[in-house]
Nanobody
Framework: QVQLVESGGGLVQAGGSLRLSCAAS????????MGWYRQAPGKQRELVAR???????NYADSVKGRFTISRDNAKNTVYLQMNGLKPEDTAVYYC???????????WGQGTQVTVSS
C-alpha cells in the first residue's frame, strides 16, 4: 500500500504561480512512477505531468513550458511547479503513484487549484 498526501493548492490570479507537493509513504520502494493528474468540472481526469523512478518526465501539451515536475527522493516527495497559470488550469489536482510490476495505482485526496481571470 502507498499513501499519498497532497498540499499546495489554492486560489491565484492568471499569470501567477503555485507549487503542489505530494508526500508518499508506505511501500514506496515499489513505486515505478509518480504523476499529477487533474479533473475539471464536467471533464475527464487527465495527465498533467509524470516522472519515472529513473527521472524521465512527460507533460501534457497544454502545460509544457509552464509546469515542471520534480522529485526529492530523500523526502519521498514529488512537486509540481506551476507558472504562468491560466483560468483553464482550474481543476482538482490529484497525485498518483504507479506500481507497474504489481499493477497498482494509488491516488491522493486531491487539491483544488483555482485560477481567476
Amino acid at each position: 500500500q502507498v499513501q499519498l498526501v497532497e498540499s499546495g493548492g489554492g486560489l491565484v490570479q492568471a499569470g501567477g504561480s503555485l507549487r503542489l507537493s505530494c508526500a508518499a509513504s508506505g511501500s514506496i520502494f515499489e513505486i515505478s512512477a509518480m504523476g499529477w493528474y487533474r479533473q475539471a468540472p464536467g471533464k475527464q481526469r487527465e495527465l498533467v505531468a509524470r516522472i519515472t523512478s529513473g527521472g524521465s518526465t512527460n507533460y501534457a501539451d497544454s502545460v509544457k513550458g509552464r509546469f515542471t515536475i520534480s522529485r526529492d527522493n530523500a523526502k519521498n516527495t514529488v512537486y509540481l511547479q506551476m507558472n504562468g497559470l491560466k483560468p483553464e488550469d482550474t481543476a482538482v489536482y490529484y497525485c498518483n503513484a504507479e506500481q507497474t510490476v504489481a499493477g497498482n495505482w494509488y491516488w491522493g485526496q486531491g487539491t483544488q487549484v483555482t485560477v481567476s481571470s
